[in-house]
């Protein structure tokens, strides 16, 4: 028995196992460091348990606010080279929200992010209060968008009199160049929002409406509009 442990098989065995025993209890917070969630803007007030299962509160990514939340490591993504960290809130209220931040084989980006979020602030003065996302993945390489995929919706709330967007505005995402572009229209088609994100989380986001009524047009110059070449206009700039 003594020479068996001794062997180089048993070396390797018992390396493994040694291995897989420190992974398991991998502290959450010792993994956010390592893979470099930090660089890409991920910080949360507490991180507990291990990383397979673990849970963080207050959660943002870039200052955008997921709250608490329950995080685990994707033990398959790892067999090809790849980190992917799944994040979920699941309490059956339109607050749930459910994806992944992968890092990996030269890319960073997000996975089939399904949910909502409160997107008032960073996109102020625009008239968005929340943005619901299905399926939504992003990839970066190199500080171009390499991957571009998932259904984005807008709600802008009645805060301006005669623009009806109780649907709000959707489009696909997609990539353009070294940014993720969200090309945003409403139902009519005479309101559109284009979200255009780089990165390093820098953005540039404008909002055109057509309209021929005056009351309208009056108070969405009262909102910040401007008129340029028959539309009316409302650009915002900033970095999550």
Known sequence: MTGWIGTTRAKIMLAVILAISLLVTWPLRAAFSIFGLKDMGVAARSLRGPIWWGGAEELQIRG????????????????IGRVRIDVSRRLGTPEDIAGAITVGLGRRGIDDVTGALALAAPLAP?????????????????GQCTEAEGRVRARVPALISGLN??????????????????????QSGQE???????Q????????????????????????????IGGELMLRTVGRL
Do not use: K, W
């Open 64 to 79: 955008i606010q997921l709250g608490t939340v329950d995080v685990f490591l994707n033990p398959i993504q790892l067999l």
């Open 200 to 227: 390093d989380g820098s953005y540039q986001a404008t909002m055109r409406v057509r309209t021929g009524d005056p009351a309208m047009t009056a108070a969405l110059a009262a909102n910040g509009f401007r008129e």
């Open 126 to 142: 625009l008239p968005i209060s929340r943005v619901e996302f299905d399926g939504l993945t992003i990839h970066f390489s190199g």
């Open 165 to 186: 967007l109780a649907n709000g505005l959707s489009g696909e995402a997609r990539c353009a160049g070294e940014v993720v572009e969200l090309p945003l229209v409403s």
């Open 192 to 198: 559109q929002v284009n979200i255009r994100i780089a």
